[in-house]
């Protein structure tokens, strides 16, 4: 048996731990909650010199997918970790993977599937997996999360198929617990051993196609193929958890049970809740109650076999379901045991139940209540549990009245354009088609004049003291007269003001999550202008909003960039903190180089983000919208008048779009009070300045050359602790590189700007 140590850590931390001592050579990944920490770790510890993987952070779950097949089409090993709904945005990928039979190893820290948006645990997002080709671990503890992360790379290279280890979300995840893990990396590779891939996408000696295109009968035994795998997986998994056993001394087989010998009763449940069940098991026994608790620790390839074995004497089996599969009586834990119990012959009542969606606690007297459903004779053999029967009676309160097309509009801001359409437009047609050109002008604007407008968000939001989100999205609104739509991508802005039952917003608001936004509020457009014409919908103006973070602009970019390339009549707005703010603070490509984050340690080994910010205005720019601007809460009446003419633009030509830097203390780490101070110098340095383009003709809207007031961006990042470290000798060059690169920026704006041509 190899030397081992106690480590107390998290699920999380062991599979990160895990990684780190096989050294894979590349994890790509994307950040969401419950998963976020194993890179986060692996960062960490990667500044810290502990290992040499390459981490590379894509713009979106789907990207990271593709990361990781293009890099084990390489023929090394590869690493990922995702949960929920980035699941199912990298789902396409996983399929295209397991049927080139490229092995890799894939964390999955469970949890809930949106919508409604939660970002608490249960079955429903690992579910969706069990027709990918992939095998599935489920680990119910940290150790085995460990142990498992270890077998999973063996297994996947032997079988040539990639493999999940999964477990429960904030539970197994998040817990820390005593853990044993090989005091030497070595004995974890000596365990994996080498690994050379039967063929490669860098073997030009011998060069292959990968991903051919198939007809039938050939994919039909292409899938053939698949099941033979998965049935050598059932005995490979068998023989290299007993070689692992030798190695750490922990044993492992494809299904654990507790009491289950004598027992009439069973409870069948997945994860973590085993070890509750356990507990309620032992109680319930020394009330004389013959039952038991029994688990799987393989999703796939189902262990029919070794299920049946320890369940088949048993009267009852009480089936809990973390997930439902909708309509089917029942999740597919249940579903699959049913049948395989069916095929085998037994004669035993199984009993369903759907339990702990959304995170909901699970807790001794729960699983009591599961099992002494086994002794009622009369009973619903599919039914939730745990479930609120709530007031059919209940009707919500109005906190407040509705904002009337009058008092959205009191002429505070007004934008006129001369000769606005051409006479031969006619009634129906699109007036973005006849538009003559002149620059819209802006009429009023001025803060003391915009108090007059409504608030549209309520007081009483939950952001951190000092964000810039409402202080920007509140500043957007009072330059956009008349009535109004908004549409929030996933993100601080959204989580802070949608609590159900209750909201921020006294306007129409629709959530989405945020690779889809644009596209989403496109519908909503084109539904608005559909119905009008049909006469569904009564004639006037509503301005449609995307808010977003620069999260949301990278995950989200391609439906942006599509919405912007059709010119949808609505604005997109990007509040810009610089990073993954709702999940830790996570690197964006929005993040300045340099700044530390949890995915971009600082250590002997690294200095921060290593590449640049993303210019998402000029990549927007790109596709020919009509309106592009930037704006800053220390340029108030700047900001105001920008998004009236966005405003006149979105309604009358096509897509405008407006990006905000937006302070975040929390994770700049400064103090809220400092702010505006802050962003000013971010626009002083010219890191963000202030411009905008209209119908391609850039003009500067602040020039802090001219007026004297220009300082060097390393005043600007001094002032956050996120990039305080940059001041330090040993990072000049990077300072100088990031001066060079935001004076090139500049000088190529100006030069726009002094140019129409450009």
């Not at 002008?441 to 608030?455: C, L, Q």
């Not at 090139?744 to 726009?752: G, Q, T, Y």
């Amino acid at each position: 048996m190899e030397e081992q140590q106690i480590l107390f850590e998290s699920g999380n931390e062991l599979a990160a731990y895990a990684a780190k001592q096989i050294n894979y050579h590349v994890m790509g990944y994307y950040p969401i909650t419950p998963s976020t920490q194993i890179a986060e770790f692996l960062d960490q510890m990667k500044a810290d010199g502990k290992h040499d993987i390459s981490l590379i952070a894509a713009e979106g779950e789907h990207s990271a997918a593709g990361i990781c097949y293009g890099a084990a089409a390489g023929g090394g090993r590869v690493f990922n970790a995702t949960s929920a709904n980035g699941l199912l945005y990298a789902i396409e990928q996983l399929p295209v993977q397991s049927g080139t039979r490229f092995p890799m190893v894939m964390n999955i820290a469970c949890r809930t599937v949106s919508g409604p948006l939660s970002i608490k645990g249960d079955h429903s997002d690992i579910m969706y997996t069990l027709n990918t080709g992939w095998l599935i671990l489920f680990a119910n503890t940290p150790q085995e999360v460990y142990d498992f992360n270890i077998c999973a790379l063996r297994i996947a290279e032997q079988v040539k198929l990639p493999v999940i280890v999964g477990f429960d979300g904030f539970f197994t995840s998040h817990q820390k617990r005593n853990s044993m893990v090989f005091k030497e990396d070595g004995a974890v590779k000596k365990f994996i051993g080498d690994y050379e891939a039967p063929y490669s996408a860098l073997d030009l000696e011998h060069p292959v196609t990968i991903g051919s295109y198939m007809n039938e009968p050939d994919i039909l035994n292409n899938k053939y193929q698949l099941h033979l795998a998965m049935e050598q997986a059932q005995g490979d998994i068998t023989e290299i958890f007993k070689e692992y056993e030798e190695i750490s001394g922990r044993s492992y087989g494809k299904v654990q049970g507790y009491q289950t010998q004598d027992a009439e009763i069973l409870l069948y449940i997945l994860g973590s809740a085993y070890h509750t069940a356990r507990v309620a098991v032992d109680k319930l026994r020394k009330e004389g109650k013959k039952v038991g608790v029994f688990t799987t620790k393989i999703l796939r390839p189902y262990p029919a076999d070794a299920l049946y074995e320890m369940c088949k004497n048993a009267k009852v089996i009480i089936a809990a379901d973390r997930q439902d599969s909708y309509g089917a009586g029942g999740g597919n834990l249940s579903l699959e045991l049913k049948a395989m119990l069916q095929e085998k012959g037994a004669v035993c009542k199984v009993i369903t139940r759907i339990y702990g969606l959304g995170g909901k606690d699970f807790y001794e007297e729960d699983a009591k209540q599961l099992l002494l459903l086994g002794y009622e004779e009369q009973i619903k053999t599919f039914d939730y549990t745990g479930i609120y029967p709530g007031n059919a009676a209940f009707r919500a309160p109005r906190y407040f009245d509705t904002i009337s097309e009058q008092r959205a509009a009191p002429g505070c801001t007004t934008v006129e354009r001369k000769g606005q359409t051409d006479e031969k437009a006619e009634d129906g047609q699109d007036k973005k088609d006849f538009l003559i050109c002149g620059k819209p002008m802006v009429k009023g604007g001025r803060i003391n004049e915009v108090t007059a407008m409504p608030k549209r968000l309520a007081p009483g939001h939950g952001a951190c003291p000092g964000c810039g989100i409402p202080v920007n999205v509140n500043l957007l609104l009072k330059g956009i007269e008349g009535n109004v739509v908004l549409l929030f991508h996933t993100g601080c802005g959204m989580v802070v003001t949608t609590a159900y039952p209750k909201t921020t917003f006294k306007i129409p608001y629709i959530h989405n999550l945020f690779q889809n936004g644009a596209a989403t509020l496109s519908g909503l457009v084109e539904m608005f202008h559909q119905r009008q014409k049909r006469g569904e919908y009564p004639k006037g103006e509503i301005t449609f909003i995307m808010v977003s973070g620069d999260g949301g602009m990278d995950i989200g970019m391609g439906s942006a960039l599509g919405t912007a390339i059709r010119n949808e009549r609505l604005i997109i707005f990007e509040y810009d903190n610089g990073g993954y703010m709702n999940t830790g603070y996570q690197l964006s490509y929005s993040t300045p180089k340099g700044a530390k984050s949890s995915t971009s340690h600082v250590g002997e080994n690294q200095y921060g983000k290593k590449f640049f910010h993303k210019d998402s205005p000029m990549l927007m720019a790109a596709t020919n919208l009509p309106y592009v601007a930037t704006v800053a809460e220390s340029n108030p009446a700047d900001f105001i008048k920008k998004a009236a003419k966005a405003k006149f633009y979105a309604n009358e030509c096509g897509t405008a779009y407006i990006k905000a830097l937006s302070a975040c203390p929390l994770n700049w780490n400064d103090k809220p009070n400092t702010e505006r101070s802050v962003i000013a110098a971010a626009v002083d340095s010219c890191y963000f300045p202030l411009f905008e383009i209209e119908e391609g003709i850039t003009g500067l809207s602040y020039d802090p050359e001219k007026m004297n007031k220009k300082i060097p961006v390393l005043d600007w990042l001094t002032m956050m602790g996120r990039t305080k470290h940059l001041r330090k000798e040993e990072y000049k060059d990077i300072v100088e590189e990031i001066q060079m690169e935001v004076d090139r920026r500049w000088e190529r704006l100006r030069a726009r700007a002094e140019n129409p041509l450009l």
